[in-house]
């Protein structure tokens, strides 16, 4: 029968190759499976492992000398490297650690004190200024790039766009807070639905939040519905919960109001705690989907 006969057969050959040339195979196997195994789990790790990948990068920014191209008329004969973050992907938010000087954030805050006024709400239909006191207790003021003879703002701005990369005159002028303690901004959505708002010009794409002070306690920006969290109906729009970003001078915050499609990203709810102590200091640029007429860079 046929299962005898292969069963005589490797008998014959066992007996033929004798023990030593067993032995040497094993040998073989084992270092085969055991490089084998290495070499496979190596190619895995760059792939799917968070770490080395991470070092990969670390490493692209460090030491690659780059070849440049010859560039557009306005574009650069250089590299931007600006670190970031991601915080979440819902919303889409990004943190740029070290995105200003100190210098630059005193100088915009010098600039802003002489202005601030309380700040005010964009209304929805029906809703009155009365109606809507105590949602935003900061107060602000809106300084315009071209407008600070000092160049911080120019300086930011530009550094912003490459940020975002999003042309300048997409952005609305700087809006710069200053929130004292117990002032807040109860959560909202810087995009303007139509349905509320009426039909609009243009829209907010995104909001960037350059941080100009520290704050020792509170002050948060919170984005109540990070991940899903919170969408039940039960949120306070007073609660300081979800993603917390801790406000940090000279950092910046990035997150985007929109989806890639033009919809509104609901989980882009954000407000800003109560400062608990010390002061809140922010300056923000509110970039738009169609070019800003009133910018004058
Ligand atoms: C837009 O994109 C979001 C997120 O991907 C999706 O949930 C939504 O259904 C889209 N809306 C339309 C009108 O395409």
Known sequence: ????????????????????????????????????????????????????????????????????????????????????QVLSWKPRALYFPNFASAEQCETIIDIAKE???????????GET????????????????????KTGTLDVIEEKIARATRIPRNHGEAFNILRYEIGQKYASHYDAFNPAEYGPQKS????????????????????????????????YNYEDCTGLRVRPRRGDGLLFYSLFPNGTIDPTSLHG????????????TKWIRDQEQDDHDV
């Open 129 to 148: 200024e009365e109606s809507t006191k105590g949602i935003r207790t900061s107060s602000g003021v809106f300084i315009s790039a071209a407008e600070d």
């Open 272 to 283: 800003s705690c109560p400062v608990i102590k010390g002061r809140k200091w922010v300056a």
């Open 1 to 84: 029968m046929k299962s005898k006969t292969v069963k005589g057969n490797w008998s014959l050959r066992t007996k033929k190759f004798g023990l030593p040339s067993l032995f040497f195979i094993c040998v073989f196997f084992f270092l085969a499976g055991f490089f084998g195994a290495s070499l496979f789990s190596e190619s895995q790790e760059k792939v799917y492992y968070p770490r080395p990948r991470a070092r990969l990068l670390d490493s692209a920014t460090e030491e690659t000398e780059y070849n440049l191209l010859t560039s557009g008329e306005s574009g650069d004969n250089s590299i931007t490297l600006i670190p970031f």
């Open 203 to 234: 829209q907010r794409i995104a909001s960037f939040l350059l941080y100009l002070s520290d704050v020792p306690d509170g002050g948060e920006t919170m984005f109540p519905f990070e991940n899903g969290l919170n969408m039940d109906g039960s």
């Open 115 to 125: 202005g601030l006024k309380p700040s005010t709400l964009a209304l929805r239909n």
